[in-house]
C-alpha cells in the first residue's frame, strides 16, 4: 500500500500574500444590493425591446416517442403570430451539439429542438412566436403534433440491461460511459483486513436547486453584421459559446453574452445554450427580438436535474481498531435523456475519491446511462455531492454494523491536519483544512454532551432522538484536464478567469469581470481586493454588473460555477489592479519628480512621495494625464494605459489520462455538519431540532458573504434530504413538476441553524482563500446519519437513499429488515 | 350573437400614481404590472401561486399578483417594491436587508420585502415564530431564511440600519 505523501517531483505554487491588512476580512456591506432593495436590478425578463416576440415551446407528452407529423397550419393563422421553429429546420440550419464523450456514445445528435424523436417528457419540439405571452401560448396549442409511443427507460439500475429499448440510434446501447478506477493495492488491502462490510445498494435521488428565477433570454439578431447578442441568464457563457459556436457555424465574436442581475443558479443555467440556438435561429428568422422566459412548469420538466446514482455491491476492507482501509463499489449514474455537460460527472466525482478520509485503496467501476427523464447538468455540489454521500453513509452503516461510534471512527480515519497539504491516492492535492478540529466545532454547536439527556427526554415524549455528522469537501478551481480522462481526444485543461480595472479619466476606479455572479456578490468582494491594494475605499471602486463578452474582460472558461470566483476571479482582480497600482506609481513618479516608483507610494487616492507626503498626485490627475493630456508624459511612459487586463491561470498540469491520475482541483475547502432529529416512530414524520454547520474555505474575504452561501446550501441540501425529489413514473411522467409537488423548505421547515468557521489559509492561492458555496451537501449526510440513528431504538434500519420524506421513515419504521438484508459483515 | 367581451378598462393606483388602461381580461396583475407598466421589480418565479416572488400590497393586503387577474383589480391602490423608498430613501426593511444580508441573488426579495411591510403594517412586534409564518408564502433558494428573519426583526425594533 502507498504511502501518504505528497509525490516530491510534483511542483507546487505557494504565492505570497501581498495585500496589506484594510478590507479583506472584514463585512463591507453589498454594493450590489442597493438596486435589489429597491426593485432596480435587471433580470433577464426585465429587458424589453420594440416589437419583441415571445417565444412558447410546445413540449413532448411522452417520455420516448417517434414524431410522424407536425402541423403548425392553424398556429401560423392565428393574428399575432410571427412565426414557429421546428426541429427540421433546426437540423437543416444546425449541427448537433458537440459531444464530450468519446465515440459510441459521443455520436448520439443532440440539436435545440427535437428531430424524428422525442426522448422525455417536456422536451421541446415547436418553437412558437407571437405578440404577447398569452398569444403564444395559444398558438403552441393549436400545434398539431403526432407521436408513435416507444418502451420509456426510466431505471436506472436496468437502463443498460440487454433488450431495453435504444435512446439514441448512434450510440449501441444506453451507456454513455463506462471506466474503471483503480488506485492503491485494494486485493492486498481485502487481505489484510479483519472485517469486510457489504452493502448491497445505496441511491442518490434526482432533485435540483431550482433556483427562483427560471432561465430564459432575449435574443437580437444583427443582419448586418451577422452577430447575435444574447441577454440571459446563462451562468457558464465560455461553455455555451463552445457549444453554439459550432452548432451554428459561427465564431465566437458573432455571440455576444450579456447578462445583469441573475435570480439563481446553482449550476441549473449552464446548460441552456440549447433553448438559445432555437431563439437565435428564431431571431434571424423572424428579423425581430424575442423573448423566452421559461415557466416554472417547464423549467422542472425539462431543464437541468442533479444526477441521480446507484451504488452497488459496495465492499469495505476495515481493521478491528476501526482503520478503514478503502473500498470497492459498482456505480451507475442516470445523465437523462441528453449528455448536455456529461458524461464529465463521470471523472468529476474522483476530485474527492476518499472523501475526507485516509483511505488509499479504491476500486471503481463508474459508468452512466442514459434514459428518458430530464436531461442532466451540473447542480450545486455538481458529482462530489453525490460521491461524498456515498463516503459518509459508508462509514455511519460500518460503524453500525461494527458497533464503532461515529465520531471516533471519523477521527481515525480523517486526514490529519499534520498531512496537509495530503495527496490522495489518485493524485489531488488537499490543500489545507482540520477536519477533526471542525468536527469537534460542529459538535459543540449543537451541545453533542447534552445529548443522551436530550434523548431520554424525547423519548419521555414518545420520540426518538437521532444525532448524524455530514464531513464534505467542496472541490474547487477545476482543472478542465480532468474531462481527457472521459475522452482522450479532448483538448481541454487548465481554467482561467480574466478581470480589467481601469483608472479613467475623471479618476474613476472601474472594475470588469469575466463572471455571471447570481448572489454571490462579486461586486462587493471584487472591490474590497481593489481597494486594499489601491488604498482606497470599497465605495471609491466601480465594479460593473453583470456580464458582457463584449467587454474584453471574457476568457475560455468564463463564468460562475465550480467554486472558484475567490481564487480565479479574485486572482484575475488582483493582477490586473497589480499591473494598475504600477503604472500609477509610475505616472506618479515621473509628475512628483522622483528617481523610481520606490520613492513614491498610494493613499487616500493619491500618489504620494514617501519623503514628503504634500507632494501628491491625485488619481483623478494621473486619469486625465494618461486619457486626456499624455503630451506632458515623456516617452518612455507613453505606453501607460491605466487600463489593465490580467488573466488568472491556475497552476494546473495534464493528468495521466490511463491511470486517471493527478489533481483536478486547485482547492479543497471542507464542511462538517452535525444534525439532531426527533422522529416520531408512529408516523415517520421528523423535525430538526438542532443543526450546526462549520465551514473551512481559507481566507474569508468577506465572513458575512461566506456564511450567507454556507446557511443557503444548508437549507438547499436539507431541503433535498427531507422533501425534494423529482420522481418519474413508470411511464416517464415527471410527478414533482413545480413548487406545488416539489416542495422546497419554506421559512417554517428550516430548523434552528447555528454556523461557525475555521480559515485554514490554501497554500495555493493568490489569496489564501479557497472557492465556496457548494458545500452544503454535508445536510444530506448528516440528515441521513441523524435519522439512522435514532431509528436504532426501532428496529435498526439502514438508511439507503439520500431521500428520506416522512413516508419513507415511515417504510424503515415498519420493516427494518428490508434496509437490513442489504447489509453484512464478514469476520476473518 | 355579440361577441364575449376580451378587454376592459380599468383604473388603478400604483405607488401613489393614476394608471388607466385597457387590459385583456385574461392578464395576470403581475404581467400588468411588469409588461403594461414597466414596473420590472414585481417578479415571477413559479406557476402554481406558491412562490411569492410577485408579492403586492393591493389596498394594503399582501397578494400573489400571479393569482389575480388585471381587471380584478381595477379600482384598488396598489403598492409594489418600487414604492417602498421614492425618494431614494431606503425603508428600514430594505435597509435592515442590506445590513444583515437578507439577500444574495434579490430575486425573491421584491415579494419578501411586500410580505414583511404587509406584517409589520399589522403586528409592530413580531416574534421570529409569527415573522416566520408571515413569509412562509415567500420562496427563497439562496439564504435558508435565517438572515431574512433576523432582517424583519430588526426593521420592527427599528433596528434596521
Known sequence: MSETTVTPDRPITVEETETAPGFIGVNVPRKEDRRLVQGEGVFVDDVKRHGMAYVHFVRSPYAHAAITRIDVSKAVALEGVYGTLLGEEVAAETDPFFQIAPPPAGELKDYALAVGKVRHVGEPVVAVAAATRELARDAADLVEVDYEPLEAVVDTEHAADPGVAQLHDEAPSNTIWQGNFDYGDYDAALAEADKVVRIKRLHFHRFSSTPLETSGAVVEYNRGTGQWTIHSNNQFPGFAIIMMGPALKVGMDKLRFVSQDIGGGFGNKICTHVQLVALCLLARKLKRAVNWTEWRTDQHTANSHGNERVFLDVEVPVRSDGTMLGFKARMIDDCGAFTRYEPLGCIIWAQVTPG??????VRVDFSQVCTNKSPCGPNRGYSRMQHLWFTERVIDIVAEQLGLDPVEIRKRNYIRADEMPYETPNGCVYDSGDYARCLDDALKLIDYGSIETRRRDAESRGKLLGVGIGSTLDSGTNNFGQSTI???ELQFSGNNEVATVKLDIFGEIVVTLGTTPQGQSHETTAAQVVADLLQVEPDDVTVRAGHDSYWNSHAGFSGTYASQFAVTGLGAVKGATEMLREEILKIGAAVLGAESTEEVELGGGFVKRKDNPEAALPFMACGAIVNANNAVLPLELRDITLNCRYVYVPPHQLPDTERKYGNLTLTYANQIHACVVEVDPETGVYDIVDYGAVDDCGIRINPQIVEGQVQGATAQSIGAATHETFVYDEDGNLLTPNFYDYHVPHALDMPPMKTSSVESASPFTPLGAKGMGEGGGAGLSAVAAALQNALQGAGRPIVTSSSNPYHRVWELLQNPDESRSLVSVDER | MTEPIRSQLIAVEVNGERHERDVEARRLLVHFLRDDLDLTGTHVGCDTGNCGACTVLVDGVAIKSCMMLAVQADGSSIQTVEGLAPDG???PLQQAFT???????????????????????????????????????????????????????????????
Not at chain 2, 127 to 154: H, L, P, S
Request: charged share 15%; aromatic share 6%.
Open chain 1, 356 to 361: 475526507v478520509y485516509r483511505w488509499r485503496n
Open chain 2, 99 to 161: 445590513s444583515f444580508h437578507a439577500l444574495q441573488c434579490g430575486y425573491c426579495t421584491p415579494g419578501m420585502l411586500m410580505s414583511a411591510k404587509h406584517l409589520l403594517d399589522h403586528n409592530p412586534e413580531p416574534t421570529e415564530a409569527e415573522i416566520r409564518r408571515a413569509i412562509q408564502g415567500n420562496i427563497c433558494r439562496c439564504t435558508g431564511y435565517v438572515n431574512i428573519v433576523e432582517a424583519i426583526a430588526a426593521a420592527a425594533k427599528g433596528g434596521g440600519a
Open chain 1, 486 to 488: 472521459v475522452n482522450p
Open chain 2, 89 to 91: 430613501e431606503l425603508h
